[in-house]
């Protein structure tokens, strides 16, 4: 990957801005496509602020116009609030209507970008216990998953124009600057950290580093499309990360949440806390992808700021 002119969607989150300082420290023209007209034009990081809204489905498409690559990863944050009927719509149209807009905005140019990493989440799978998920399990039918079906169908126009589709199922990427790490990395260093539920629940983590190499990895692979699960190797339980920050900080871990009171804090969403998604990387092993943080232990010690032991 050299050179290239990469357009980035949700480029201000957690993932998004850290990939796009890595394409941009790489040399590589990033444009951002944004909401806001005041950061159209270059800006002062090097990028270039291209317009867009994807709840009206308006879109600048001329200015994508000799794009090398698109990754697509706005939509708003599932965790950020507790699911009302509106927000339920709002997690479903940022993503769907955002999608529908820009696979057809990317399909209509002259010269289409060859790769359009569309993100997806493995909230696709449902809640799954504790069976193993690779990218040939089934969907699942509650709502997240029922979202993100809708998601991935929505970047078909892109396909059918040639254009490469790879969908990353995304797991829990646990970093302190943004999502589950946000929440529960202060709660442990203050020692107030505790099992969620039975702890038995199995969650897929990926470090914010491996999750942003694993989306460079699929913008230059020509061989990937399709789903690919952008998790660790290791799906560990909830209990097991608790453990794992207890001892790394050196806090204690002794409070435990109870479902009934997550369930009664959180509404609908608690299932997200609760629910069990034992998802592998099956696809980006198979193609040759090396975690630098393949086990709990360096995930934890990635998302404290530490070297891995």
Same mark, same amino acid.
């Given at each position: 990957?050299?050179?290239?002119?990469?357009?980035?969607?949700?480029?201000?989150?957690?993932?998004?801005? *850290?990939?796009?300082?890595?394409?941009?420290? %790489?040399? $590589?023209?990033?444009?951002?496509? #944004?909401?806001?007209?005041?950061?159209?034009?270059?800006?002062?990081?090097?990028?270039?602020?291209?317009?867009?809204?994807? =709840? =009206?489905?308006?879109? %600048?498409?001329?200015?994508? @116009?000799?794009?090398?690559? #698109?990754?697509?990863?706005?939509?708003?944050?599932?965790?950020?609030?507790?699911? !009302?009927?509106?927000?339920?719509?709002?997690?479903?149209?940022? /993503?769907?209507?955002?999608? @529908?807009?820009?696979?057809?905005?990317?399909?209509?140019?002259?010269?289409?970008?060859?790769?359009?990493?569309? *993100?997806?989440?493995?909230?696709?799978?449902?809640?799954?216990?504790?069976?193993?998920?690779?990218?040939?399990?089934?969907?699942?039918?509650?709502?997240?998953?029922?979202?993100?079906?809708?998601?991935?169908?929505? *970047?078909?126009?892109?396909?059918?124009?040639?254009?490469?589709?790879? $969908?990353?199922?995304?797991?829990?990427?646990?970093?302190?600057?943004?999502?589950?790490?946000?929440?529960?990395?202060?709660?442990?260093?203050?020692?107030?950290?505790?099992?969620?539920?039975?702890?038995?629940?199995?969650? !897929?983590?990926?470090?914010?580093?491996?999750?942003?190499?694993?989306? /460079?990895?699929?913008?230059? /692979?020509?061989?990937?499309?399709?789903? #690919?699960?952008?998790?660790?190797?290791?799906?560990?339980?909830?209990? @097991?990360?608790?453990?794992?920050?207890?001892?790394?900080?050196?806090?204690?871990?002794?409070?435990?949440?109870?479902?009934?009171?997550?369930?009664?804090?959180?509404?609908?969403?608690?299932?997200?806390?609760?629910?069990? $998604?034992?998802?592998?990387?099956?696809?980006?092993?198979?193609?040759?992808?090396?975690?630098? $943080?393949?086990?709990?232990?360096?995930?934890? !010690?990635?998302?404290?700021?530490?070297?891995? !032991?």
């Amino acid at each position: 990957m050299g050179g290239m002119r990469i357009a980035v969607t949700g480029s201000t989150g957690l993932i998004g801005s *850290a990939l796009v300082d890595s394409l941009v420290g %790489d040399g $590589h023209e990033v444009l951002r496509l #944004v909401r806001r007209r005041s950061r159209t034009g270059p800006q002062a990081d090097g990028t270039v602020g291209v317009g867009w809204n994807p =709840l =009206l489905m308006q879109i %600048d498409g001329a200015a994508l @116009e000799g794009v090398d690559a #698109v990754v697509h990863l706005a939509g708003a944050g599932v965790g950020d609030r507790r699911w !009302s009927d509106a927000y339920r719509r709002e997690i479903r149209d940022s /993503r769907v209507l955002g999608t @529908e807009t820009l696979a057809a905005a990317l399909a209509r140019l002259k010269t289409p970008p060859e790769v359009l990493v569309s *993100a997806s989440a493995v909230g696709w799978y449902g809640q799954t216990g504790d069976q193993v998920i690779d990218e040939q399990s089934p969907s699942g039918s509650d709502f997240l998953s029922t979202v993100c079906q809708e998601w991935e169908d929505a *970047a078909r126009p892109a396909a059918d124009a040639g254009i490469r589709v790879v $969908h990353p199922r995304t797991g829990l990427v646990l970093d302190p600057k943004g999502g589950a790490g946000a929440r529960l990395l202060p709660l442990f260093r203050l020692g107030l950290g505790g099992r969620l539920g039975s702890g038995r629940q199995y969650w !897929s983590l990926i470090s914010l580093a491996d999750e942003v190499a694993a989306l /460079r990895f699929l913008i230059g /692979r020509r061989e990937l499309s399709g789903p #690919v699960n952008l998790t660790g190797p290791e799906p560990v339980s909830n209990a @097991e990360l608790t453990a794992e920050l207890s001892e790394q900080l050196g806090r204690p871990a002794v409070f435990a949440v109870p479902e009934w009171a997550l369930r009664a804090v959180l509404g609908e969403m608690a299932v997200e806390v609760v629910g069990s $998604h034992r998802v592998v990387p099956k696809a980006l092993v198979e193609a040759g992808f090396e975690f630098e $943080h393949p086990d709990l232990p360096s995930i934890v !010690s990635a998302a404290l700021g530490r070297r891995s !032991s």
